[in-house]
């Protein structure tokens, strides 16, 4: 069975930094591209970037380019998103999700970051 | 970033048949097709449909998708109380090498 644990909600405060996980398991990590995607309180899906842990060829939506950074170790099958100094508006819930035939086939339980002073 | 254009909201009864839309352009679902997803109020996203209309198992016989053009619909027949989530199509923009969503459709079954 397929599957992609996230690692548990945070909270953060403005100007910390943050690295969320994604493991995969029941397939071959390396074979499949992995999407991270941002929903704001209430609002709908945004796309922040892709990485495709074989090569680690990553590529980001020009929404988040400069503001998160995707990686990959593919030893442990996992996915990361990170921060480098969080801000306010980013709270919201991050879902990654396992790529197939251009679409999230399989999709984490959600990661809840908040950000708040 | 060019994303997809979906209505807001669709209202309809139980029993009744639901057709929802997505509009793209040729780069997206003219192009890739669309992919269907469907969210549960505190849940995460679950396909329905990919490349049009290819069903991960599992997934019922009443939910079914097709492209005409640039525009793809998501047919849910035989609405039930389960049905009421939000909807969200997504495609693979090749020209923006970038993965788009929809803004969501908001399905009550009333």
């Known amino acids: 069975e397929v599957q992609l644990v996230q690692s548990g909600a945070e909270v953060k405060k403005p100007g910390e930094s943050l690295k969320i996980s994604c493991k995969g398991s029941?397939?071959?990590?390396?074979?499949?591209?992995i999407g991270w995607v941002r929903q704001m309180p209430g609002k709908g899906l945004e796309w922040m970037g892709i990485i495709y842990p074989g090569d680690s060829d990553t590529r980001y939506s020009p929404s988040f380019q400069g503001q998160v950074t995707i990686s990959a170790d593919k030893s442990i099958s996992t996915a990361y998103l990170q921060w480098s100094s969080l801000k306010a508006s980013d709270t919201a819930m991050y879902y990654c999700a396992r790529l197939e035939q251009l679409a999230g086939r399989n999709w984490g339980q959600g990661t809840l970051v908040t950000v708040s002073s | 970033q060019a994303g997809l254009t979906q209505p807001p909201s669709v209202s309809k009864g139980l029993r009744q048949t639901a057709t929802l839309t997505c509009t793209g352009n040729?780069?997206?679902?003219?192009?890739?097709?669309a992919a269907w997803l469907q969210q549960h109020q505190g849940h995460p996203p679950k396909l329905l449909s990919y490349r049009n209309n290819n069903r991960p198992s599992g997934i019922s016989e009443r939910f079914s998708a097709s492209r005409s053009g640039n525009t793809a619909s998501l047919t849910i027949t035989g609405l039930q109380p389960e049905d009421e989530a939000d909807y969200y199509c997504?495609?693979?923009?090749?020209?923006?090498?970038?993965?788009?969503f929809g803004g969501g459709t908001k399905l009550t079954v009333l």
């Open positions: 040729s780069n997206n679902v003219g192009n890739q097709g």
């Open positions: 029941g397939y071959s990590f390396t074979s499949y591209w």
């Open positions: 997504s495609a693979w923009d090749s020209s923006l090498s970038a993965w788009v």
